[in-house]
């Protein structure tokens, strides 16, 4: 009997110790797990979308630079022409449009009005003397041939006519609604041409999309350059992420918006605000590079990790210590 009490009591022990061991390692007792993960900021690479001779560049590494500040300039002088010649085309072919909108001047049709009775007159006349070489020639008044004269002169009397008649009705008509259409399709045509060497000349300036501070530049002064060639390399002020990673048991005790508390090596005595910003939704194998009690084949949960008060005090890449704070929810951050 006493050796029967005596196993299940060991029993006992050895499933409490199990169940101690269990929730202690396994991060289901009461204290949130501490994360361990690195600092993450953006970089942007920066280069101009036009080809060209790089002029000028008014940063180096290291500096700080706010968003909108020039940081380098292509030789514009070839988009410039570029851009000049466009708008002469685009002047003219709206001085063509306004011509064919508006019509023939009043005194364009004046003149070819003019023209055709002047034509009548010597066509009136022409006939008269083919007539009367008709006439003649039946008397013998006449040779054959003034008669043929006569007759030619007559018909090519009547031919300027026609044409001069033909020629007023088009002034009289305007241009063709035709015409005109296809004025308006080269001038559209030529405005976004002129709208392409204007967004050109503008791309010869390279300016800082955000704040941040150059960490490379690549191009000096004098420097042939494709489109696309990287000049600098700009590392953004904001956002500073923590990336880390978390283990499945722990997931369903975090949620967005969880308030952090961030500490590193460097500068154990300051602590950094932060908020749990994004939890993904995938499970994968713990990088190598994390830091972590737990194997390195065990899965995990990344997480981001959205810094409040970020400051030069952290680097990219930067190891940093996070404590978790179920004490307030927060705002989810995206």
């Given at each position: ?37 690195n ?6 690479t ?26 380098a300039r ?18 003219s ?28 007159a ?27 004269n ?20 088009l ?63 700009l ?24 308030q ?21 939704p ?19 949960y ?33």
């Amino acid at each position: 009997m006493k050796k029967t009490l005596s196993f299940v009591i060991v029993l006992f022990a050895i499933a409490g110790s199990t169940v101690w061991v269990y929730r202690t390692y396994r991060g289901e007792n009461d204290t949130l797990p501490t994360l361990y993960g690195n600092v993450d900021i953006r970089e942007v690479t920066l280069g101009f979308r036009v080809s060209g001779k790089l002029a000028q560049l008014h940063y180096d590494e290291g500096d700080k630079v706010e968003a909108g500040a020039v940081l380098a300039r292509l030789d514009d002088e070839p988009y410039r022409l570029q851009a000049a010649s466009v708008q002469a085309q685009v002047d003219s072919l709206r001085a063509r449009l306004k011509l064919r909108e508006t019509g023939n001047r009043p005194q364009e049709i004046a003149q070819a009005r003019s023209l055709v009775r002047e034509r009548e007159a010597t066509a009136v006349n022409a006939e008269r003397l083919f007539q009367r070489a008709e006439d003649l020639l039946a008397d013998k008044g006449v040779s054959a041939q003034e008669r043929d004269n006569a007759e030619a002169n007559h018909r090519e009397a009547q031919a300027r006519l026609k044409s001069a008649r033909d020629n007023l009705a088009l002034l009289e008509a305007g241009f063709r609604s035709e015409d005109i259409s296809q004025a308006k399709a080269d001038l559209a045509q030529t405005e976004a041409a002129l709208a392409t060497a204007g967004l050109q000349l503008n791309d010869t300036v390279l300016t800082a999309p955000a704040d941040g501070v150059i960490l490379t530049r690549a191009q000096e002064a004098g420097a042939i350059l494709q489109a696309g060639t990287p000049v600098f390399t700009l590392s953004l002020l904001n956002p500073v992420w923590v990336r880390a990673y978390i283990h499945e048991p722990d997931l369903g005790r975090i949620h967005p918006g969880m308030q952090a508390e961030i500490r590193s090596d460097s500068s154990a005595d300051k602590h950094y605000k932060g908020r749990i910003g994004y939890i993904s939704p995938r499970a994968e194998f713990t990088p190598k590079t994390v830091e972590t009690e737990e194997l390195r084949t065990s899965l995990v949960y990344r997480l981001r990790i959205v810094v409040e008060n970020p400051d030069d005090g952290l680097r990219q890449g930067m190891p940093v210590t996070v404590t978790l704070d179920e004490s307030a929810a927060g705002t989810v951050i995206p």
